[in-house]
């Protein structure tokens, strides 16, 4: 198939393994699957820490599915974006560990205190949920088919951290002191975390033409501001001064770019942000610690010839 045929056809779940793609929307989808896949799995390391260090035994149970629900969802967008036939899935874990598989800014940040954690709970998966609600209907039918189960996990992760930041705010003031500090410090990342403008943004022209994009940068982060900042507010917490936004008439925001670090920002797209750098150590650290499960299971798969392997 050519790219103009791929345009005229594009619609949701139109594209499948059985049709024969060609290799530039194979490449733009699996780039696309690959980062979705990597911020899932930096997420989870994030989020690890406080299977510990949440307060309560029910809060590090919520922690502990969490967690295992993002590291799910890297599996099964790894599976997704290996259907496209670029990459295989080792060949992604391994990119991520030797620090060039690239992710979201807001995973390049460390997260220190359990007062940050609605801000990646609440903030960063509802953001996240506008972007992958709208990838259900993308052109690749295994992405869309991974999204089914994963937004349905999601909505669960939003709630969580609904209600950790709903206990904070309504806890002693030191608590809704310091949890007003962690949104002042996550609100411009979890504004950038749309990237920017379209008129700068490379990758959205060919995705949206072949269906992969349903909805660009600024619809995106639009549609997240006009739910989260009623919700933030309705929590106590006080929108930051910057960066400025300004509500249009039309019912939508502007964001004042300058008002956001955007050579941060491309510092983090490159993998070269110092603190994120450690985030991707700590990774490396994380699955040289479990080489020996691999071996095991390959050296099972081996023996067990014919047998369906155990990590399938
Ligand atoms: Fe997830
Ligand atoms: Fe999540």
């Known amino acids: 198939m050519d790219v103009e045929t791929v345009t005229e056809r594009a619609g949701p779940r139109e594209f499948s393994p059985k049709d024969d793609m060609p290799e530039e929307y194979r490449k733009a989808a699996t780039r696309m699957i690959q980062f979705h896949a990597n911020s899932e799995i930096m997420g989870a390391y994030l989020e690890r820490p406080f299977i510990r260090q949440a307060p309560s035994l029910d809060r590090k149970l919520a922690f502990s599915a969490k967690v295992q629900d993002e590291?799910?969802?890297?599996?099964?967008?790894?599976?997704?974006?290996?259907?496209?036939?670029?990459?295989?899935?080792?060949?992604?874990?391994?990119e991520l560990e030797e620090g060039k598989g690239k992710f979201l800014n807001c995973f390049h940040y460390p997260m220190d205190s359990y007062v940050e954690t609605p801000m990646i709970a609440f903030f960063v998966d509802g953001a996240a949920m506008r972007r992958q609600a709208t990838l259900k209907s993308t052109s690749w039918e295994p992405y869309a088919h991974a999204?089914?189960?994963?937004?349905?996990?999601?909505?669960?992760?939003?709630?969580?951290?609904?209600?950790?930041?709903?206990?904070?705010?309504?806890?002693?003031?030191?608590?809704?002191?310091?949890?007003?500090?962690?949104?002042?410090?996550?609100?411009?990342?979890?504004?950038?975390?749309?990237?920017?403008?379209?008129?700068?943004?490379?990758?959205?022209?060919?995705?949206?033409?072949?269906?992969?994009?349903?909805?660009?940068?600024?619809?995106?982060?639009?549609?997240?501001?006009?739910?989260?900042?009623?919700?933030?507010?309705?929590?106590?917490?006080?929108?930051?001064?910057?960066?400025?936004i300004e509500k249009r008439d039309d019912g939508t925001y502007e964001v004042r770019e300058d008002d956001l670090d955007w050579d941060e920002f491309f510092k983090?797209?490159?993998?070269?942000?110092?603190?994120?750098?450690?985030?991707?150590?700590?990774?490396?650290?994380?699955?040289?610690?479990?080489?020996?499960?691999?071996?095991?299971?390959?050296?099972?798969?081996?023996?067990?010839r014919g047998q369906p392997a155990a990590a399938d």
């Open 71 to 94: 590291i799910g969802h890297g599996q099964l967008l790894y599976r997704a974006a290996e259907s496209l036939g670029i990459k295989t899935r080792e060949e992604m874990l391994r």
């Open 147 to 244: 999204m089914d189960k994963v937004c349905f996990e999601e909505g669960f992760h939003v709630k969580h951290g609904e209600d950790i930041l709903r206990e904070l705010m309504t806890g002693s003031r030191k608590e809704q002191e310091m949890t007003q500090e962690a949104f002042d410090e996550w609100w411009p990342r979890i504004i950038q975390f749309f990237g920017p403008t379209d008129e700068q943004s490379t990758h959205h022209g060919f995705a949206a033409e072949v269906g992969l994009k349903q909805m660009s940068n600024d619809q995106l982060r639009n549609a997240f501001l006009n739910a989260y900042i009623p919700k933030a507010r309705k929590y106590g917490l006080e929108i930051p001064d910057y960066p400025r």
């Open 268 to 304: 983090i797209a490159k993998n070269d942000y110092e603190p994120g750098v450690g985030q991707i150590d700590g990774r490396k650290a994380a699955q040289d610690a479990v080489e020996w499960v691999r071996d095991v299971l390959d050296d099972y798969e081996q023996t067990a």
